[in-house]
């Protein structure tokens, strides 16, 4: 059974970092991408980075420059790394597995973590 779990969310302010990490499990990963997905309250779900095995990525233009996204095969687990923050970027964050044409979502969906950017 595929399982994903995030960790990493909270509070921060504006201008600050955070590190979100997924920790993926049940299945062999390396044949798709996986990535996150954000969902702002009110609003719908969209796509934020993604990342093959091989270290090819994609990003939502809104998070172009200050977000990165890595990934540790080895490890079954995808981070990102979220620097430059801005009230904007507050919402549950989501993990997401097999993601197709590095964009599309797949089946297998996180719990979710909350990250606020507020001062």
């Known amino acids: 059974q595929v399982q994903l779990v995030e960790s990493g969310g909270g509070l921060v302010q504006p201008g600050g970092s955070l590190r979100l990490s997924c920790a993926a499990s049940?299945?062999?990963?390396?044949?798709?991408?996986m990535g996150w997905y954000r969902q702002a309250p009110g609003k719908q779900r969209v796509f934020v980075a993604a990342?093959?095995?091989?270290?090819?990525?994609n990003y939502a233009e809104s998070v172009q420059g200050r977000f990165t996204i890595s990934r540790d095969n080895g490890k079954n687990t995808v981070y990102l790394q979220m620097n430059s923050l801005i009230p904007g970027d507050t919402a549950v964050y989501y993990c997401?597995?097999?993601?197709?044409?590095?964009?599309?979502?797949?089946?297998?969906w996180g719990q979710g973590t909350q990250v606020t950017v507020s001062s």
């Open positions: 997401n597995w097999p993601i197709t044409g590095l964009v599309v979502p797949g089946r297998y």
């Open positions: 049940g299945s062999d990963f390396r044949d798709y991408a």
């Open positions: 990342i093959t095995s091989d270290d090819r990525t």
